[in-house]
């Protein structure tokens, strides 16, 4: 019964393996400029961690193989340095897998975090809230109005609180229940949850940003490819999760122009 174990676990593992070796179920196409640098990430981390799982599963099954069922007058065999010395061979194995994710991550995780968005990037602001997304982008003055958490009001959409009559910055602000954005023009993506953990996820764009309550969140990035994709809630944020949801359109820059300049007159 244990040989017929230790070569389950080895098919099970070797199976598993096959589905991602031979890109069964490849990534969403990229369409961002720092796409390749986390989809390099992702391939490493398979590789890395996939060769450590079947290694480890493979030495089990012959562990099993070989000692489940020992001679009634074996002696109990220890292995050399005993309890500690497999501790630390265990701590020295799995932190030098982990420092070297870090090291293979750097270059894309330094570029999403670590570098600032150029000067001309176009802002927009990005609000979750149970359960939708709402955008908005600034006017013809390019600042935005400030945020009245005691104004924000669903039944008068007013989604981000503004005070059009006494904040002049808010005057012009546009806000969409849709996200468009310009061709290879770099976005500065900022951030902020209205009351609970939510997440901003566009697989194409290889962008996966948690909100998080209380913290003003940023990101930046380019879209190279027009298009219409979605935008999913991937934090469990209470019954109506699975329908949170919205679309982002990358539009030629004549194209966002006008469906700037139509948002505008709906305000």
């Known amino acids: ?100 994710l870090g090291v293979f991550g750097a270059k894309a995780w330094g570029q999403a975090y670590f570098t600032p968005p150029s000067a001309d990037a176009l802002p927009v602001q990005v609000q979750a809230g149970q359960f939708a997304f709402y955008f908005r982008y600034p006017g013809p003055d390019g600042n935005f109005g400030p945020i009245h958490p ?44 209205k009351d609970l953990g939510h997440s901003f996820y566009v697989p194409e764009l290889r ?4 909100f998080v309550p209380g913290l003003d969140l940023s990101i930046h990035f380019t879209a190279t490819k027009i298009g219409k994709y979605e935008i999913v809630c991937t934090q469990l944020c209470g019954l109506g999760h699975y329908n949170m949801k919205a679309y982002l359109e990358v539009k030629s820059q004549a194209d966002y122009d006008a469906w700037l300049k139509q948002q505008a007159a709906l305000q």
């Open 150 to 193: 005691n104004l924000i009001s669903e039944a008068n959409a007013n989604f981000y609180g503004l005070d059009t009559t006494n904040d002049q910055d808010s005057k012009d602000d546009i806000v969409t229940a849709e996200m468009a954005i310009p061709v290879n023009r770099e976005i500065h993506l900022l951030m902020h949850s």
């Open 1 to 100: 019964m244990a040989k017929i174990l230790a070569v389950t676990i080895i098919v099970i593992a070797i199976a598993s393996a096959v589905p991602i070796v031979m890109h069964i179920w490849p990534l969403p196409q990229d369409i961002s400029l720092h796409g390749h640098l986390i989809d390099e990430q992702y391939t490493d981390t398979m590789w890395e961690a996939g060769i450590s799982f079947l290694a480890s599963q493979i030495l089990l099954a012959i562990f099993i193989w070989k000692y489940s069922k020992p001679a009634p007058n074996a002696g109990i065999k220890r292995f050399p340095g005993g309890a500690a010395a497999l501790v630390i061979a265990a701590f020295v194995l799995v932190g030098t897998e982990v420092l070297a």
């Open 207 to 210: 962008v996966h940003q948690d």
